[in-house]
Structure formats: C-alpha cells, structure tokens
C-alpha cells in the first residue's frame, strides 16, 4: 500500500470517527426527504394548471409518496441488516435524488406519480436508517444531543416544506420544489460515502444471517404493507370520497382491517418477522410509539391547516401563508439544542409531558380565531407550537430506545418513523373530516338566524342595504347585495368556527398524551461513557 492511499485511509478513519460529522450528514439527507412530505401541498394548484389536470387528480403527487413511503419502512430493518446499512442507505439517497429529479422533469400526471412513488420508497428507507446510525454512533448518554441535530430535520422540515414550496411556486415553477433536491442530494451522497462506515457488530450480524440463511419475511412484510398502504389510502382520501359513501373507501378499509387481522398472529408466530410486534406491546416502547403518532398528527396537521387558512380566509400567497411558520421554525430549531442538553439531567417522561402541554396551550391559543387577526398571531402561534415540539420529539426518539438489544435499533427506528408518518395521515385525516362537518353545522346553526323575525339579522340587513345605497345601487339592488353579503359573511364566520373546532380536538390529543407520557419508566441518564460504532 502507498504512502498516499495510508494516508488516505487515516484521514478518512479519522473523519468517520467523529460522530457529529455523521450526524450532520444524515440529518442532511433526512431534512430533504422530510421537506418532501410537505413541499408539494402548496404547489398542487400549479401542478394541476401546469399538467391540465383537477386539483383531486393532482392531490394523488401527495397520496402516492405517502403510500409507498409508509410502505417501505416496514422492510427496511431487515434489507439493511441482510445487505449492509450504508448500502442500502447509499441506493435509496441516490434513488431519491434521481426520483426528485425525474418529478421535477415529468412530462405528465402519470409520470409524475411513478416518479413520485419510486421517491416515496426511497425516502421511506433514508430515514429509519439515519436514526440507526445515528443511535450506534452515540453512547445512551449522549443519544439526545444526536438526535437534536435530527430532530431539526424532521420537526423543522415539514414546516419549511410550505414555505419553500410557496416561494418555489409563486415566483419560478412547481417543478423546482423536485428540482432543487438534485444538488443537495448529490452532496449528501458524497458526504455519506466519505464518513459513514458498517459497525463491525452490523458485519458480524450481516455474517451470521447468511450462515444461518435467513429470508425475508415476504408473507409479513406483504401483509403489513397492504394494511399501511391502504390505511394510507384511506385517511388521505377518506375526505375527498366522502368516506364510506364510497365503494373504494369501504374495500380499501376491509383491506386494511383484514390484513392487520391476518399479520398479527403470523408476525407473532415467526422466529425472523419482518416486524416484532411485540415492541409495540411493551409498556416503553408502545407507549413512545402511540406518543409518537399524536405528535406527528399535530406537527403535520398544523403545518398544513394554518397556511390553509391564512389562503382561505384572509387572503395570503402561498409565500407568506408559509412564512407564518418560519419563525416557529426557527424556535424549533434552537429548542432541539436546549432540549438536547435537557435530556441528559432530566427524565424524558417529564419533557415529553411539559411539552405537550405547552403544545395543548398553543391549540388552546389558536381557537381565538376571527376575521381581526393579523399576521402576528400566526407568527406567535407557531412560536409556542415550536416551544414543545423538541421537548416531546427529542426525548420520545431517546425513550423509544432503552432498554432494546443493539439488534432491535433498525427495527424501533422503523417503527418509530412509520408511527410519525402514519400520525401525520391521521391527523389531516381527522382535522379535514372536523372541518367539513363542523363547516356545515355551524353554517346551519347561523342560518336559523336568518329570518325576518330576528332583530339582529333584520338591523344588519337594513345596515347593509343602506350602505349599497350610498355606493349607487337601487333600492332594490342594494338589498339583494346585502343578502349576498350576509350569506358570505354566514359562510366565513362557519369556516372560522370549524377551524377553531379543529384546534379544539387537537388540544385534546395533546392533553390525553400527558398522562402516556408520565407511564413511562426512568432511565438510566449517565449510560455509556463513550461513542459507539459509527
């Protein structure tokens, strides 16, 4: 061997033995699968004028990365452990970033889903792994400053998502939202070559599976992947298809509920399941994962109804709807740091109920919603919300941990970020079904003032009607404008009423999270004394 290929090697043994560098690579990667989540809602409008679709054919760009995301996690624990870590996050960073580039060049809507689908299938994979190698980088003991620095990408990014995609849209293209993952990409796959490294533990796991010839849990994994897959199906377009009024809601939903019947006893049965459930059972781990799927139903919830009804109701861009979150991004941002250093003296049972209860708080604060509120509101709104994400985030991904065998990191990981996903879903899910129902009882609880006997609809009719007069309308025209008018206003006031309805319930989520979360057992907060495995 040459002097320069030694030297070569020792630099870079040297640089993939500092475990931050790996940290800020994958968290890297991980910010710009998670953007994807979020980018494309704000840009579906230009989807749809740019490809000559309906904005419920182009809503499929966010339905079909969700799908095949979801789809994927649930394999990734076992191809990671039978191919090698870094291989397989090697192919899916780089199936990504060639997927992204293909959406951004997509001539069609049926191109542009394909491509949207292999995306799907490879974030899906990125960012279990990130947290596995993160997780054998770092001692117990310092976990939590780790997954701080991932935690910004995974919390901050949808948030950045609606802006960036705004901005995107409103002033170049749809397509740069796909476009602009080609560059980061390439750098994070350079990046991830150059310093991450396969744990000798993984090699000697990796040996061993081969020996003992382990398969893939084809039959599980199929099982599991239809049952997400069309539960995914499901809550992303129960709205639109009127749920069960709709033949394809009702077979999606017998699949799915047939397929997790059907999983559970072969998942429990198997000596290799492609998912052990029983961590899903235990007290910690369950725990952390149901606590999980809440904060990932409001983190995405929020991050997709507030822009919404900034655009709705008080007639904001696309740009500055999503410049409402930003500065809660920021807060987000420098919180995960604080909270990092807070996990190491403090039990994360008690962070993760201060911070739901702070996130209760912000709920709570976003149902004084009416027509007065400017754009401040917004900001300190999400300002709070940024408050108790990390407190929740941070120390739930470090509980999620304890007490698992080193060969069960994949698995948790996996599970953790299906649960997070799978909240997101649940939680606009839920939130849209609120909206429109509550939309249209309180539209019809208002209309019931609309008569001439009521003192205070006849008084603002007559204002109105005077007030088109003034303007040069007929007697006549003055007061059909005013009716217009008061019926638009019956309207508006409905949708602010639904909204604050949907606040409501995702303040009780939170409050019913506190309690979970106080379940949780100690841990050992000085485990480890040194970096593990990079």
């Given amino acids: 061997m040459s002097v320069a290929s ?71 624990s076992f191809i990671a452990k039978r191919y090698g870590r870094r291989r397989f996050y090697l192919l899916c960073l780089a199936t990504f970033t060639v997927a992204s580039i293909c959406c951004g060049l997509a ?43 991932f935690g910004v990408a995974v919390v901050v990014a949808p948030v950045v998502g609606p802006t960036l995609g705004g901005y995107l849209s409103d002033n170049f293209s749809w397509h740069w939202c796909f476009l602009i993952n080609g560059p980061v990409g390439v750098l994070a796959f350079v990046l991830v070559y150059m310093l991450v490294q396969e744990p000798d533990s993984l090699r000697k796991e990796r040996a061993e599976m081969r020996r003992k010839n382990v398969r893939f849990d084809i039959v599980g994994f199929l099982l599991v992947a239809t049952f997400l897959g069309a539960l995914e199906l499901v809550l992303d377009r129960g709205q639109t298809e009127d749920w069960f009024g709709s033949n394809f809601i009702v077979v ?6 047939l397929a997790l019947a059907i999983s559970i006893p072969w998942l429990m049965t198997k000596s290799n399941p492609v998912i052990d459930v029983r961590l899903i ?16 139903a409001i983190l995405i919830a929020t991050t997709q109804f507030i822009p919404q009804v900034l655009q709705e109701n008080y007639g904001y861009t696309a740009t500055w709807a999503g410049l409402a979150l930003s500065p809660g991004g920021l807060v987000t941002m420098m919180m995960m740091f604080i909270t990092g250093r807070l996990s190491s003296r403090f039990q994360p049972k008690y962070l993760i109920a201060i911070g739901m ?17 400017n754009f401040g509101f917004f900001v300190w709104s999400r300002f709070y919300l940024g408050l108790g994400l990390p407190l929740i985030f941070i120390p739930i991904t470090a509980a999620s941990y304890d007490g698992l065998r080193p060969d ?36 019809s609880r208002l209309v019931e003032h609309i008569v001439p006997s009521d003192p205070s609809y006849t008084s603002a009719l007559q204002q109105a009607t005077q007030v088109f007069m003034e303007r040069g309308s007929n007697a006549a025209d003055a007061q059909t404008r005013a009716m217009a008018w008061i019926g638009n206003q019956v309207q508006t006031q409905a949708s602010y009423l639904a909204y604050i309805d949907v606040f409501q319930v995702l303040m009780v989520i939170s409050l019913l999270m506190v309690p979970l979360a106080l379940i949780l057992r100690k841990i050992d907060l000085n485990a480890g004394d040194g970096p593990g495995a990079a």
């Fill in 6 to 76: 030694t030297a070569n090697g020792g630099a870079r043994a040297s640089a993939a033995s500092n475990p931050w560098l790996i940290a800020l690579v994958v968290s890297l990667a991980t910010f710009m699968e998670v953007l994807d989540t979020t980018i494309a809602n704000v840009a579906l409008r230009y989807i749809s004028g740019g490809l000559a679709v309906s904005a419920d054919q182009a809503s499929w760009v966010v339905t079909t990365y969700l799908v095949s995301n979801a789809i994927i996690l649930v394999a990734s």
């Fill in 107 to 149: 001539w069609n809507l049926e191109s542009l889903l394909i491509f949207r689908m292999i995306q799907g299938f490879a974030g899906g994979g990125m960012v279990p792994i990130s947290q596995s190698i993160l997780a054998d980088s770092f001692p117990p003991n310092k976990r939590s400053q780790a997954f701080a620095l």
């Fill in 252 to 257: 999606t939903s017998t699949i799915s509920a």
């Fill in 281 to 296: 059972a235990s007290r910690q781990f369950g725990s952390c994962f149901v606590v999980m799927l809440a904060t990932g």
């Fill in 357 to 373: 209860a702070i996130i209760a708080v912000a709920m709570w604060d976003m149902t004084r919603l009416n027509a007065d509120l």
């Fill in 408 to 443: 069960q990191t994949d698995q948790a990981s996996a599970l953790i970020n299906a649960a997070r996903n799978t909240g997101g879903s649940i939680g606009v899910s839920i939130a849209s079904n609120v909206l429109a129902h509550r939309e249209q009882w309180h539209q």
